[in-house]
């Protein structure tokens, strides 16, 4: 159809081009001055060997997890508590959706400064009783830290998105519910969160899919640490080819995170296929 | 029953109160910046938070402008996320319209494919999409910042969902008055789209206006450079303070907020929100 | 064109004052050399990339405008990129044919550019030099080793420092220490004093006797890498083995670990260092001491104006550095030449580094108290010696010992950065650490090996 044409076209030069010759790419040696050298099979093998890619593997899947599923339950949590009735709600949902569009660098600068073990974080902490948190500087809390920022982001966002699930359900079948004796829990156990399905299912994959690709983040906040602690995917990938010149080792690495991506999204795919046989 | 309608009104705003402090929470970072931007340099790093700066420093904003060209680098990365925005607006669209309303052998396959694009990481693609854009001769110009980001995946499948919504009665019926295709376009779709428009319009302008990496491959000249790249070499340089980044963020966090100000009566009709006019 | 000749003849029999005032190796300079600052003959653009810097950068943008005051049909494009990201966006430019006729580069990339050879050989005639010799004469040792290769010049070193032990001498003072007499020589003083003048409440740190910087995998290596020198370690044997993780070189981590883990004066943890500005903890008194390159007193103004203006600070020689072991640590910037550039270009960039290079006390002025490489042509001058403790740091550079020169510097730095975090904040086993970043190291030279 030639409405799709020009996107198409697009898709081929400035996507697909490139996509498929990085692909090839990660057959070969390549450091950016010399042509790229035909080696087959071996950064895959050696990146498999490689333990900082085992690492940067595991912190990737462990972010996108944690990631995902705090992402879900504030983003839920949040559209339920706005889905009262009553004044200000929507200046409240107004408000928290500005962390969603607030620039990205300049988030990752503020609460570069928040995480100081004297910075603002901790000052609201101290009180409650814990101790001195080195969020940038203990491994333990790195990637928690990268993990806050990320739901601080991206929950409002959801919550909308949470909130329009929401909406749709009919009024009626509460009120069925509740005259049927049905109190606040079972009402949310059995008929929300069913009726809401869909929906979770939609925010879990694509919130997955957002934190596979993170990079300026850990990128500006961390750097990567401490040692390895937040050194995700992304950014191996980035230095690996532009800081130590081995785009076609990149390359490889760059696969396997498309491969990651690439089951989330399939996941996604075959939800939406099979609901929207009702509407066309 | 007067003290029936006044518990009832005093339980609704009670609600209001955890929500407020809730919301003022996920603010505070943001309060936070905006407060530091007016401090005085040492005021950074003394790591006791002054909410209200004893002694304001609005100079900071002029200052910050002038240490760098500033002024060029938000133009610029107005005029690349302007124009971003139209191509995706325009583009996402058409194809989003094309992939819902007209079939085709393969049309299903070729979402997948469209949404494939989603999954490969950019850094990745950076030399190659580079090379594309210098053999087209758009290194250090608008066109080459841009022309990668015209058309974005997401885009092309939130306007298929959306446009696939609308009853098809309606689109047979003008055919068969003899509308063209293009006027089908304008005057049934367009209209019934105006959230997802909204929507697609705000997050292409914001996904624009955030790029780093990019931006940073593609432009070696201030002339062409956008904001973000200017933040970090402006960070990087140990005349200016810190409290002068803030107040650059501050400044680079007013387009989107005002776009999303202006966009917000066309994104709510996408939610039914009467609901909350209690 | 008379006029012009003559202005420029001046200006060669002035240089030929100052200089001939100064050691015999200077005459070599003027002697064979051809006409200074010779016009290129065709109009041209050259484009010319280096780094920022509050007061590197705009001097060498100056002079470049100068240069092409002198040389209307000279257009320079001259840009400059974030320390980061220079070296990055060189790399992409010769991948994709848009790297700069010139730029400077920092000294431990010359392997890297060596290797793939990416840049031009310099013609140290057009450089005002009658030899090779005389040009490396006119260098410290250390500064030239890394330009060098089989017999050529391939890079003009531009600005090498030496790093010092900045004391605030009013803390030392209210220890009851004086600055001068109990400056530490050696890694044992240096924790006990450092040990004297830290001030903890409770848990907390409000002053730390001395700091070692975190931020960046550059500075871990600046700091780190005389110390391996001191104790006689060695980063890679003659095989091209890492063995940063023998002996020699836990004892050389001890040591870094020892502020902190044995003397209780370090917080590794606790830091308000900014990449531009490594040295903030000492500035905002935070520390008593710290290794840094020469600190402008603008920086030290822009962040601590009493300190400025009293002047209660003292660069002195870094702990370690011994008369037998003299190795404090430096590193700096050469001017460079894209190989791949027309030949025309190339010679026109010689003759821009000579004009550049041909004022260093203009570029003290501008710059001070970043040292210059060269041995000749600014030290003499009053306005330089004048310059507050500039003894101390002149020593300091000329003590100076180099870093490791290899071509996977990067991945090294990183690899020890990364060795040095997990040291110091995640209080990991010193040899743990170092057989990782060894082993590290190893693989990056099989990669590179494998190109």
């Given at each position: 159809m030639a409405f799709v044409m020009p996107t198409i076209l697009f898709f081929l030069v400035f996507k697909y081009g490139p996509m498929l010759w990085a692909m090839g790419l990660s057959f070969t040696t390549y450091d950016m001055m010399k042509p790229p050298r035909w080696v087959g099979l071996e950064n895959y093998e050696s990146i498999l060997r490689d333990p900082i890619f085992r690492e940067a593997l595991a912190n990737t899947l462990v972010y996108i997890a944690g990631s995902t599923i705090f992402i879900t339950l504030v983003g839920l949590g949040l559209a339920l508590a706005i889905n009262?009735?009553?004044?200000g709600r929507r200046a409240c949902m107004s408000a928290m959706f500005l962390t969603n569009i607030m620039p990205i660098l300049a988030v990752c600068l503020v609460w570069r400064f928040l995480f100081h073990p004297h910075g603002l974080l901790n000052q609201f902490l101290g009180p409650l009783g814990?101790?001195?948190?080195?969020?940038?500087?203990?491994s333990a809390l790195a990637m928690p830290a990268i993990i806050l920022v990320t739901v601080w982001r991206f929950a409002p966002y959801f919550m909308v998105v949470f909130l329009a699930g929401l909406l749709t359900i009919p009024p009626e079948y509460y009120e069925a519910a509740e005259i049927d004796g049905a109190n606040a829990v079972r009402r949310f156990r059995y008929l929300t969160l069913p009726l809401l399905m869909p929906v979770t299912f939609f925010v879990v994959v694509v919130a997955a899919l957002l934190s596979a690709r993170i990079f300026l983040m850990p990128f500006i906040?961390?750097?990567?640490?401490?040692?390895?602690?937040?050194?995700v995917l992304s950014m191996l990938i980035y230095e690996t080819g532009?800081?130590?010149?081995k785009m076609g080792r990149a390359a490889a690495i760059s696969v396997v995170l498309f491969a990651i991506v690439m089951v989330l999204t399939l996941a996604q795919m075959r939800l939406f296929m099979r609901s929207e046989e009702e509407y066309s | 029953m007067r003290r029936r309608a006044r518990l009832h009104a005093l339980s609704r705003w009670s609600g209001l109160a955890p929500l407020a402090a809730l919301a003022f929470l996920f603010v505070l970072p943001i309060v936070w910046m905006t407060t530091t931007s007016f401090q005085?340099?040492?005021?950074?790093?003394?790591?006791?938070?002054?909410?209200?700066?004893?002694?304001?420093?609005?100079?900071n904003y002029g200052n910050a402008l002038s240490r760098s060209a500033f002024p060029r680098f938000f133009l610029n990365s107005a005029i690349v996320s302007a124009s971003v925005m139209l191509g995706n607006v325009v583009f996402c669209t058409l194809a989003g319209y094309g992939l819902a309303k007209f079939h085709f052998p393969g049309d299903r396959l070729l979402l997948l494919v469209i949404l494939?694009?989603?999954?490969?990481?950019?850094e990745v693609t950076l030399v190659p999409t580079f090379l594309v854009i210098h053999k087209l001769g758009w290194v250090n110009s608008y066109q080459g910042i841009a022309g990668p980001l015209l058309i974005d995946a997401f885009g092309v499948f939130l306007m298929r969902q959306f446009i696939l919504k609308i009853p098809s009665d309606y689109l047979e019926a003008a055919r068969i008055d003899g509308a063209g295709e293009l006027r089908i376009l304008r005057s049934i779709i367009l209209p019934q789209c105006k959230a997802a428009l909204a929507v697609l319009a705000l997050f292409s302008f914001r996904d624009s206006w955030d790029q780093f990496l990019w931006p940073l491959v593609v432009v070696s000249r201030d002339?062409?450079?956008t904001y973000p790249l200017g933040l970090v070499r402006f960070g990087?340089?140990?005349?200016?303070p810190p409290t002068e980044q803030m107040a650059i963020a501050v400044l680079a966090t007013l387009p989107v907020f005002l776009l999303f100000l202006v966009l917000q009566r066309a994104l709510r009709k996408g939610f039914d929100l009467s609901a909350f006019k209690g | 064109m008379k006029h012009a000749s003559n202005g420029r003849a001046v200006t060669r029999r002035q240089a030929i004052k100052r200089m001939s005032a100064?050691?015999?190796?200077?005459?070599a300079v003027t002697a064979?050399?051809?006409?200074?600052?010779?016009q290129p003959k065709a109009p041209m653009t050259l484009s010319f990339w280096t780094f920022d810097n509050p007061q590197q950068r705009p001097w060498i943008h100056k002079r470049v405008n100068q240069y092409m005051e002198k040389n209307p049909n000279v257009k320079v494009d001259f840009q400059w990129f974030t320390f980061a990201d220079l070296g990055k966006k060189v790399s992409v430019g010769y991948a994709t044919g848009t790297a700069p006729d010139g730029f400077v580069t920092g000294d431990w990339l010359m392997p890297t550019w060596l290797a793939r050879n990416l840049i031009a050989p310099l013609d140290v005639k057009l450089l005002g030099y009658s030899s090779l010799d005389a040009f490396r004469k006119d260098h410290a040792d250390a500064f030239v080793a890394g330009a060098i290769k089989d017999g050529q010049a391939y890079g003009y070193p531009l600005w090498f420092y030496g790093f010092c032990n900045y004391l605030n001498t009013k803390q030392f003072k209210e220890v009851g220490l004086d600055p001068v007499k109990d400056q530490p020589k050696t890694w044992t003083e240096l924790g006990e004093v450092a040990k004297r003048l830290t001030i903890k409440q409770g848990n907390k740190f409000?002053?730390?006797?001395f700091k070692f910087a975190m931020h960046a995998a550059q500075w871990t290596m600046i700091q780190f890498n005389p110390i391996v020198s001191q104790v006689g370690?060695?980063?890679?044997d003659a095989s091209g083995?890492?063995?940063?993780?023998?002996e020699a070189g836990v004892k050389a981590m001890t040591i870094r670990a020892s502020l902190a883990?044995?003397?209780?004066?370090?917080?590794?943890?606790d830091s308000i260092a900014?990449?531009?500005?490594?040295?903030m903890d000492w500035l905002k008194e935070r520390c008593a001491m710290f290794s840094c390159h020469p600190i402008p007193p603008a920086a030290i103004k822009s962040q601590n104006p009493v300190m400025e203006s009293e002047g209660y600070f003292l660069p002195v020689q870094?702990?370690?550095?011994?008369?037998?072991?003299?190795y404090t640590t430096c590193y700096g910037f050469n001017f460079v030449v894209n190989a791949r550039a027309p030949k025309d270009k190339q010679e026109a960039l010689h003759d821009m580094y000579r004009f550049i290079m041909s004022d260093l006390v203009d570029c003290w002025q501008a710059t001070?108290?970043?040292?210059?490489?060269?041995?000749?042509?600014?030290?003499?001058d009053p306005r330089v010696k004048s310059f507050p403790h500039v003894g101390e740091i002149l020593k300091a550079k000329d003590n100076g010992v180099f870093f490791?020169?290899?071509?996977i510097w990067t991945e090294l730095a990183d690899a020890m950065h990364r060795a040095v975090q997990k040291v110091m904040?995640?209080?990991?086993d010193i040899k743990a650490a170092l057989d990782e970043a060894a082993a590290e190291v190893d693989r990056a030279t099989a990669e590179f090996k494998k190109a």
């Open positions: 009262t009735r009553g004044p814990f101790g001195r948190l080195d969020w940038l500087t203990d906040i961390t750097g990567g640490g401490p040692g390895n602690a937040t050194r532009f800081s130590y010149m | 005085a340099g040492e005021k950074m790093f003394q790591l006791t938070t002054e909410w209200i700066p004893s002694v304001w420093h609005p100079e494939s694009t989603l999954m490969l990481p950019l002339e062409f450079r990087d340089d140990y005349g200016n | 100064l050691s015999a190796g200077a005459a064979g050399g051809p006409r200074v600052f010779a409000t002053r730390q006797g370690g060695q980063w890679f083995r890492c063995t940063i993780n023998n883990r044995q003397y209780g004066a370090e917080d590794p943890a900014t990449f531009p500005l490594p040295q870094m702990a370690g550095v011994t008369a037998d072991k003299r001070a108290p970043f040292t210059l490489a060269r041995k000749t042509g600014w030290t003499d490791p020169r290899t071509p904040l995640n209080n990991a």
